[in-house]
Nanobody, 126 residues
Framework: QWQLVESGGALVQPGGSLRLSCTGSGRTLEHYGLGWFRQAPGKEREGVSSISSSGDNTNYADSVKGRFTISRDNAKNTVYLQRNSLKAEDTAVYYC???????????????????WGKGTQVTVSS
């Protein structure tokens, strides 16, 4: 049984940077679109960023555009989320997910994703 395993969550100060990683264990991620979602306490899970299986298309929530960058390294079976200029409102559990959507698709709707990691906590605080 394969798993998505997130890493890189931490406590970071406002304005700081942090890179999250997600590795597929037991199956190649090459043919999947990949996404990052987050859920803050008392809030619904929201799509943060996604990248198509082809790697050609990316998508970002308005709240993170210009601050977050998603990338994938198929050779390492890993997807990354580089986050800069972090704000307190970025505090959440971040989840990695995989979708069998078409190769060009980079959806941000949670319902379009088939597999999920268990999440990693990111806290932005001074």
């Amino acid at each position: 049984q394969w798993q998505l395993v997130e890493s890189g969550g931490a406590l970071v100060q406002p304005g700081g940077s942090l890179r999250l990683s997600c590795t597929g264990s037991g199956r190649t991620l090459e043919h999947y679109g990949l996404g990052w979602f987050r859920q803050a306490p008392g809030k619904e899970r929201e799509g943060v960023s996604s990248i198509s299986s082809s790697g050609d298309n990316t998508n970002y929530a308005d709240s993170v555009k210009g601050r977050f960058t998603i990338s994938r390294d198929n050779a390492k079976n890993t997807v990354y989320l580089q986050r800069n200029s972090l704000k307190a409102e970025d505090t959440a559990v971040y989840y990695c997910s995989a979708t069998r959507s078409p190769v060009w698709a980079a959806p941000l709707e949670a319902g379009k994703y088939d597999y999920w990691g268990k999440g990693t906590q990111v806290t932005v605080s001074s």
